[in-house]
Structures are given as structure tokens and as C-alpha cells.
């Protein structure tokens, strides 16, 4: 069956530094690769998307690779802020439609 | 543009009776979207539907079901409510044209059942 993977353990960084999320799957060929941020209460945000052609994506202080080989996305934040605390989800979708199959997420904590 | 709105957003039913929950689109957004989301299995995709076609669906019984209207608002009900339906119920929002598949959610019902 499809597996995504997120890190479950909570990730703790200081301000400024750059945090890594990773994100795996299995059985799974995606035509894209979406992740979201989503704080307490509130319904996830969109943040970027990759497509499976696509190696490395970027917008302002985020970057997301992708890697069908390894079945692997990684989701940098650079130059982190008390401010980008929050979970962050990734999803996996196909062509047919917007059906998202979404990893479990993992909390990011970013301490000043 | 307003955002996707959701209705209710908190809502307390009994085991075995039925809910209808409402979702408005972003404005010119022809997909609609719904997701279970509860601590245990997270995010899990309900149905998708565009030009009120049920376009695709998830792994879920027939007690949950959908609709989407002309405009494009949907409406998503659950019939005999079990006490594992308790959840956040989100629905998301999308373009539908050329190649964005970017998802807007809406702040979501808070379903609980007792």
C-alpha cells in the first residue's frame, strides 16, 4: 500500500539556522509533490509545489528537492524564525484530479 | 479574493444521526475537495468533486457522501455518525485549469460525536 513518511518526532532548532524536513514515500509514483504548512487550529496553507520532472524548487527562504530515485523530498527553510513554527505536511498527487495523499506531518519548533 | 469558507465550525451530534456540512469555494475555483483530518491517521482525502461530478474518491464507507452545486459550493454529509467520525473535516479549494494543483483549505468543522 502508498506509505508517506514524515520525521514524527518534533524538530527543535535555534533562530537562524536552517531547518531540513524529510519527507518519504513508497509505492507510489507521484506526478507532483506539494507541501503545506498548517499551525493549530487552522486550516493547512500552501507553500510550494514540485513536479516529478523538477529536481530542486525554491521561493524566498524555502527550498524543496525532489528525488524519484530515492522517492524523497526535502523542505528547507533557511534562516529560520520563531515565526515558521508551526507543522508542516507534505502531499502526494497524480494527474487524475486533486486527490492529495498527505504525510502525517512533523512540528517544527524554532526557538529564538 | 475571499478565502474558502467553511460552515459550521464547531458542531456536537449523538451517534447515529446524520451532519451536512457546507463549503464555499474561493471565487472562479471549480474543484472542491474534502479531507478527514483526527490525531491518529492525519490528513485523509474524502472526495474530490469539479463541475458537480464526483471526480474522485477515498477509502471511505457510503456513509460519507458529497455534492457540488452549479456555483460551485459543496456540501458533504454523514449519516449514522459513529464516535470514530469525530474529527476536523476540511475542504479545499482549487483552480482546476492548466497545470495548478495548489489546494486552498478552508479553517474547517470540528465534528465531535458523542
Known amino acids: 500500500s502508498q506509505k508517506i513518511e514524515q520525521n514524527s518526532e518534533a524538530l527543535n532548532i535555534q533562530e537562524g539556522k536552517t531547518a531540513t524536513l524529510t519527507c518519504n514515500y513508497t509505492n507510489y509514483s507521484p506526478a507532483y509533490l506539494q507541501w503545506y504548512r498548517q499551525d493549530p487550529g487552522r486550516g493547512p496553507v500552501f507553500l510550494l509545489l514540485?513536479?516529478?520532472?523538477?529536481k530542486e524548487k525554491r521561493k524566498e527562504r524555502l527550498k524543496v528537492t525532489f528525488d524519484t530515485t530515492l522517492k524523497q523530498s526535502l523542505f528547507h527553510i533557511t534562516a529560520s524564525q520563531p515565526a515558521d513554527s508551526a507543522t508542516y505536511l507534505c502531499?502526494?498527487?497524480?494527474?487524475?484530479?486533486?486527490?492529495?495523499?498527505f504525510g502525517k506531518g512533523t512540528s517544527l519548533l524554532v526557538t529564538p | 479574493k475571499a478565502g474558502v469558507t467553511q460552515t459550521p465550525r464547531y458542531l456536537i451530534k449523538t451517534r447515529g444521526q446524520q451532519v451536512t456540512l457546507s463549503c464555499s469555494p474561493i471565487?472562479?475555483?471549480?474543484?472542491v475537495s474534502w479531507y478527514q483530518q483526527t490525531p491518529g491517521q492525519g490528513l485523509q482525502f474524502l472526495f474530490e468533486?469539479?463541475?458537480?461530478?464526483?471526480?474522485n474518491k477515498g477509502n471511505f464507507p457510503g456513509r460519507f457522501s458529497g455534492r457540488q452545486f452549479s456555483n460551485s459550493r459543496s456540501e458533504m454529509n454523514v449519516s449514522t455518525l459513529e464516535l470514530g467520525d469525530s474529527a476536523l473535516y476540511l475542504c479545499?479549494?482549487?483552480?482546476?485549469?492548466?497545470?495548478?494543483?495548489?489546494?486552498?483549505f478552508g479553517p474547517g468543522t470540528r465534528l465531535t460525536v458523542t
Open positions: 468533486y469539479f463541475s458537480e461530478t464526483q471526480r
Open positions: 502531499a502526494l498527487g497524480g494527474n487524475s484530479g486533486y486527490a492529495l495523499n
Open positions: 514540485i513536479r516529478e520532472n523538477e
Open positions: 479545499a479549494s482549487s483552480f482546476a485549469g492548466g497545470s495548478s494543483y495548489e489546494q486552498y
Open positions: 471565487s472562479g475555483h471549480r474543484s
